[in-house]
């Protein structure tokens, strides 16, 4: 059943960056305030240079904001360490990305459980996640397949697969169908549209494609380093 959207899933609050190169200062992002709440499908959008992508890492606390606050269940993640952010990250981040970044020597259980591993935690108590997440994405008759026998849009629900058997409390897109042709796009955006639906799972994408942002519940449009 979808959870009700009655809880801010992840907030940024005057979120400003800059990239100093020598004497010169970049805004990249100026000043931008949104909140997404938990269950919701949001897609970010914006042209090439617009700050989208830099955007969805600092919410996802893989880039630190020159200025601003960005909170994730409450807590002021733009403030935490490194070693402190991984761990958050590990817990209760999901993310996929354009390039799938499958490990190539291990099969798709294996490429799927590895952020448990490097958890610390022992994947023998997970068989019935990892065979329902396999069902989810569609791979059941794939699982000890390795990368190179998987076509592009199998490999991307791996990573999907991969970024969700931790059951994040908020799964990031950036570009998720930017390597792949518009019918393979169109089926990851259905597989995406579906794990909202299905387990309320909360994501927040990126994308330059208005037909996979027709697969959220709201858009964000993100011009000139703010929200239009």
Known sequence: MKKELSKIAVEGKHIVKDFRLGATTTKVIKDISLQVQQGEFVSIM????????????????????????????????????????????????????????????????????LPLLLDGKKIGGYKKELNHILELVGLSDRRKHTPRELSGGQQQRVAIARALIGKPEILFADEPTGNLDSRTGAEIMKLLREINQSIGQTIIMVTHSPEAAKSSGRVITVKDGGIV
């Open 46 to 113: 914006g042209p090439s240079g617009s700050g989208k992508s830099t955007l969805l890492y600092i919410l996802g606390g893989l880039d630190r904001p020159t200025g601003g606050h960005v909170l994730l269940d409450g807590m002021d993640i733009s403030r935490f360490g490194d070693e402190k952010m991984s761990r958050i990250r590990r817990q209760k981040i999901g993310f996929v990305f354009q390039f799938y970044n499958l490990i190539p020597n291990l099969n798709v259980e294996e490429n799927i459980m």
